[in-house]
Nanobody, 116 residues
Framework: QVQLVESGGGLVQPGGSLRLSCATSGNIVRFYLMGWYRQAPGKQRELVATIVSGRSANYTDSVKGRFTISRDNAKNTVYLQMNGLKPEDAAVYYC??????????WGQGTHVTVSS
């Protein structure tokens, strides 16, 4: 069973930055579609960004130009650099790993709060 462990969440002021990390227990980062999702209170979970070998990273429109997803295959870790944070970015952020739409793993989530 692959485990995904997110870290890096916290409280940040509007306009600030955070970097989330997703450490995986297996050598999956280079083979799986890796993604970050978020879920705000009372809202559905939404896709934030994805990255996979051989393709450009994809972002939801609301974070384009502010967030960057990246990965370190050697460390089996995926990152989400979040700059210019806004109150509407506040949510629980989840790491996701998916393989051919048949195998999927989720992390436990990390909280991001954006408030002055």
């Amino acid at each position: 069973q692959v485990q995904l462990v997110e870290s890096g969440g916290g409280l940040v002021q509007p306009g600030g930055s955070l970097r989330l990390s997703c450490a995986t227990s297996g050598n999956i980062v280079r083979f799986y579609l890796m993604g970050w999702y978020r879920q705000a209170p009372g809202k559905q979970r939404e896709l934030v960004a994805t990255i996979v070998s051989g393709r450009s990273a994809n972002y939801t429109d609301s974070v384009k130009g502010r967030f960057t997803i990246s990965r370190d295959n050697a460390k089996n870790t995926v990152y989400l650099q979040m700059n210019g944070l806004k109150p509407e970015d506040a949510a629980v952020y989840y790491c996701n790993a998916r393989y051919l739409n048949t195998i999927e793993f989720w992390g436990q989530g990390t909280h991001v709060t954006v408030s002055s």
